[in-house]
């Protein structure tokens, strides 16, 4: 008898095990068990005094239903418990990625202002070194000119030297044809 009452203590405890908490309509198979268990509780009963039989029973039938009834809002308290638990993951995992969300948001525009930063400095740069190209050109250009000014300045002194040697030997070759016109007369 005792054996019996020990078997269906421990059968709350494996359907628990089972699956973590009972589920909130009973399942074919956990009618099935309680059929089979109270069917055990009546063949084991059976041997016993009808009296006594039926006072035990009554005595664990009610045992078993508090029992179940604890089990079952204990259940109930871990389903709760767990759905909050669920709820509070959820929340503390959506608020963790609206952080990340915001975070991401920020890197974003930051890395639009630096990338804007960096094609403005890269423009400047661009504009420096073409000006610099410029002002380099603009030297080698310089050079060229006052190189071809000097060489003008230079054939300048060299056509006034060619003039005045032109105009001296202009002026020797008048006198001697002069001086041959005076000879053949």
Do not use: C, W
């Not at 871990?78 to 952080?99: H, I, M, P, R, V």
């Not at 054939?155 to 016109?181: H, M, P, T, Y």
């Amino acid at each position: 008898m005792s054996s019996m009452y020990n078997r269906s203590k421990d059968f709350p405890r494996s359907r628990m095990s089972q699956s973590d908490s009972p589920p909130s309509s009973p399942s074919p198979t956990a009618k099935t068990l309680r059929h089979e268990r109270l069917a055990r509780l009546d063949s084991g009963s059976s041997s016993l005094a009808s009296a006594d039989s039926n006072s035990d029973r009554a005595v664990r039938v009610s045992a078993h239903t508090r029992r179940e009834n604890r089990l079952a809002s204990l259940g109930s308290k871990t389903e709760e418990e767990n759905s909050k638990d669920f709820k509070k993951l959820y929340e503390s995992a959506f608020s963790e990625n609206e952080k990340l969300k915001s975070n991401l948001r920020e890197a974003q525009l930051e890395l639009a202002n630096i990338k804007s930063k960096l094609e403005r400095a890269a423009k400047k740069q661009d504009q420096s070194s073409s000006q610099a190209g410029l002002l380099e050109a603009e030297k080698r250009e310089k050079r060229v000119l006052e190189r071809r000014m000097s060489d003008m300045e230079d054939d300048l002194k060299v056509l006034s030297d060619l003039k005045s040697d032109n105009q001296r030997l202009k002026d020797e070759n008048g006198a001697l044809i002069r001086v041959i016109s005076k000879l053949s007369k």
